[in-house]
């Protein structure tokens, strides 16, 4: 059963930064790419970043281009999230998903129980 | 304002039948991406429901199904059960915004 566990989310202030981690087990994390996707309080899902099994590519979301960057600990099965500048709108449960890909399609086939991220000052 | 529309909310009765329609444009869907879908039960995270259109994890019920045409893809749920009332989110790709895009999501209610 694969198990994605989300962490360090919190309460920050707008312009600060925050780390999120997704600790991943029950799979060999270090053959799947990896997502990042929220949803802020109320909202629909919004997608952020990938990055490749190898950590070799990341994409993001305009939304976060520049601000937050995905990186990855394959050693550890750990994938993060550094977000810097954080704006009241960044607010939103955090979701970190397995990439499951065949050709050029993607889908997310398991995602983590979700971490609660709150930009206030 | 997401990049594929679903009506925000539907509703039916226990066994009625069900759809959850999923509109994008020549960048996405019409572009021939795949449509995803996904099931949120309240207060839980997205599970995998539908992928590459029309497959459905092992464990999903055959109740539920998806289909895709031109610009337009739709979830259908028959045999209406209370267990399934929640959020449900179709996805894919855009080619212009080079990134995964989902609809607003769809709240369906069992009356």
């Known amino acids: 059963q694969v198990q994605l566990v989300e962490s360090g989310g919190g309460v920050v202030q707008p312009g600060r930064s925050l780390r999120l981690s997704c600790a991943a087990s029950?799979?060999?994390?270090?053959?799947?790419?990896m997502h990042w996707v929220r949803q802020a309080p109320g909202k629909g899902l919004e997608w952020l970043a990938v990055i490749s099994y190898d950590g070799s590519s990341k994409y993001y979301a305009d939304s976060v281009k520049g601000r937050f960057t995905v990186s990855r600990d394959n050693s550890k099965n750990m994938l993060f999230l550094q977000m810097n500048s954080l704006r009241a709108e960044d607010t939103a449960v955090y979701y970190c998903?397995?990439?499951?890909?065949?050709?050029?399609?993607?889908?997310?086939?398991?995602w983590g129980q979700g971490t609660l991220v709150s930009v206030s000052s | 304002q997401s990049v594929l529309t679903q009506p925000p909310s539907v509703s039916g009765a226990p066994g009625q039948r069900v759809t959850i329609s999923c509109t994008g444009s020549r960048s996405n869907i019409g572009a021939g991406y795949d449509v995803h879908w996904y099931q949120q039960l309240p207060g839980t995270a997205p599970k995998l429901l539908i992928y590459?259109?029309?497959n459905r994890p092992s464990g999903v019920p055959d109740r539920f199904s998806g289909s895709k045409s031109g610009t337009s893809a739709s979830l259908a749920i028959t045999g209406l059960q209370a267990e399934d009332e929640a959020d449900y989110y179709c996805q894919s790709y855009d080619s212009s915004l080079s990134g995964w895009v989902f609809g607003g999501g769809t709240t369906l209610t069992v009356l």
């Open positions: 590459g259109n029309s």
């Open positions: 998903a397995r990439d499951v890909n065949v050709g050029s399609e993607h889908w997310f086939d398991s």
């Open positions: 029950e799979f060999t994390f270090s053959t799947y790419g």
